[in-house]
């Protein structure tokens, strides 16, 4: 196909529904004489999930563009984020990534004979490319490194020399890997204008470089392979599929954060060029759209429905999923999955200095905390100093919590309040009306004991995970078990500290919004 199309042809593809270009010009230039030598490359950290599909389906229009296309497995670019990617997990991880994009590619009917794929360590290792990166270090700021990687590098309170080669390298691929542009989100963006300052400098030339939008996740922010409440892994079930779409953000008539509209324009009409909304006959039944605005302005009208989108999606969406389900369900492929992601929860170690007797230490990541919004509050009506509460946790129903609160906070400043929610210990009956969950407060020993519930950061959605800075990629547990006791273990050492934020083991308790705090009180424990 990209033969028969004109220079200009070419252009309007590979660039359709790009955010921005930088160097648009040089790319006319080079289409007028040859195919366009593009690269994108992601780092092999945490799963792909279903955004993938989103420079997925812009690779195959680069493909119909007639471009030559790498896809780069960037293995130690994972590595130096701050060790997203432990080494000993490296080379697993990456052969997960190369049969997991492969399988996406073909699900769209991409030719993996036209795509040229390579690993960092491939060449990133070699003597004239280690010397480059100390030539670009001898030329780079400590600041503008930083300030390349401040949307990609995972940005920590005491960062890792590590982190500041990052941009370094990314920058270096584009000349090692003989390409006249490079293809990322535009979260890349500081990354490429430092390869377009930096380059120059080692005598290199400056590369064109095409930015995708960032696609919105189903909770209405990034999709993210760290937040499992915001994503749809490739090897979900139907019915998990199903569970979380159910959950997405689609709020009739709005089109903002709009995670599932995102997805129906990013991926599902550049594959087919229409989407069919799937509808009952008495409204309507089913109608084809064949261009995304049309579609758009309906539903800005709602004269399409958040349930018939949802369920127009998930029909489409786990045809794209079925072939690579098929391909993972092998013992082969299973093994891979489960070698390269070990569940956490099985994961046990002893705490340095420790002895063997004192049992193993339990991550953080293994508790499900999420944010909750309190839709009523009332007397337990057993039970004077309990509260039964109603808690939407972005689940089909809310959850009904029972706590111990009636001495401490009056029912006034619960109500429609924002709070923190343990969601996997086993339900327990309370004076007869079972609590589904945990809310967490703080809490400070006295002559008068005070206690606060947690504060969520401030625009928090119920249901949005909350984990501990520097285990965002656990997974909770299904629902704790009892007898182990993991959330009293980890409750020890639960404090505010002294900028009253809530934190375990001297780490913040976090959002994608920021972190979790407390109003007044400093140094107390949390339960």
């Not at 080079?30 to 993938?52: D, F, M, S």
């Not at 891979?336 to 991550?363: I, M, R, W």
């Not at 929610?421 to 703080?442: D, T």
């Amino acid at each position: 196909m990209g033969d028969s199309l004109t220079p200009e042809g070419k252009a309007q593809l590979i660039t359709r529904n790009l955010q921005e270009i930088l160097g648009e010009d040089k790319m006319k230039e080079i289409l007028k004489e040859k195919p366009l030598r593009i690269y994108w490359g992601t780092a092999t950290t945490g799963k792909p999930h279903v955004a993938y599909f989103v420079p997925m389906s812009k690779i195959a229009d680069f493909l119909k563009a007639g471009c030559e296309v790498t896809i780069l497995f960037a293995d130690l670019h994972a590595y130096l984020d701050n060790m997203k990617a432990p080494w000993d997990l490296l080379e697993l991880r990456t052969r997960y990534y190369e049969q997991v994009i492969q399988a996406m590619l073909q699900s769209i009917g991409v030719p993996l004979e036209r795509l040229r794929f390579i690993r960092g360590t491939e060449f990133q290792l070699s003597k004239e490319y280690t010397l480059d990166v100390y030539r670009l270090s001898s030329v780079v700021t400590q600041h503008d490194a930083k300030k390349a990687g401040a949307e990609v590098v995972k940005q920590v309170e005491h960062p890792l020399l590590s982190g500041l080669l990052y941009p370094g390298l990314q920058a270096l691929d584009e000349e090692y890997l003989k390409v006249d542009a490079q293809f990322g989100g535009v979260d890349q963006r500081k990354i490429f204008t430092f390869a377009e300052k930096y380059l120059p400098a080692l005598g290199y030339a400056k590369r064109i470089h095409l930015m995708n939008p960032m696609v919105p996740g189903l909770t209405g922010a990034k999709m993210s392979s760290s937040e499992e409440e915001s994503k749809i892994d490739l090897l979900d079930s139907p019915a998990d599929v199903k569970k979380k779409l159910k959950r997405a953000f689609c709020e009739p008539g709005n089109i903002e954060n709009n995670g599932v509209l995102s997805f129906v324009r990013h991926v599902l009409f550049p594959l087919k060029s229409e989407f069919v909304v799937l509808r009952d006959e008495k409204f309507g039944g089913n109608k084809t759209y064949t261009d995304f605005e049309t579609l758009e302005k309906d539903f800005v009208e709602q004269l399409v429905h958040p349930g018939d989108l949802k369920a127009s999606v998930e029909k489409a969406l786990n045809k794209l999923l079925d072939p690579i389900r098929e391909k993972f369900n092998s013992p082969e492929m299973k093994k891979l999955s489960n070698d390269a992601y070990p569940d956490a929860s099985k994961q046990k170690s002893v705490p340095k200095g420790s002895t063997k007797n004192s049992g193993p230490e339990f991550e953080p990541s293994l508790l499900d905390l999420r944010v909750g919004k309190i839709l009523s509050v009332s007397q337990h009506p057993d039970a004077d100093s309990l509260y039964v509460e109603s808690v939407d946790v972005g689940e089909e129903s809310p959850r009904c919590v029972v706590s111990g609160l009636v001495q401490y906070v009056p029912p006034e400043q619960l109500l429609g309040r924002s709070v923190v929610l343990l969601c996997n210990l086993k339900p327990q009956k309370m004076r007869g009306i079972e609590s589904q969950g945990m809310l967490l407060c703080a809490s400070m020993e006295g002559e008068q004991k005070q206690v606060e519930p947690l504060d969520p950061p401030s625009g928090s959605a119920p249901g949005e995970r909350i984990y501990i800075e520097g285990y965002e990629n656990g997974e909770p547990e299904g629902e704790l078990k009892p007898k182990k006791k993991v959330f009293e273990k980890l409750q020890v050492d639960f404090r505010i500290s002294d900028d009253l934020c809530a934190q375990w083991k001297g780490k913040n308790f976090l959002t994608k919004l920021g972190s979790v705090t407390c109003k007044t009180l400093r140094g107390g424990s949390i339960g």
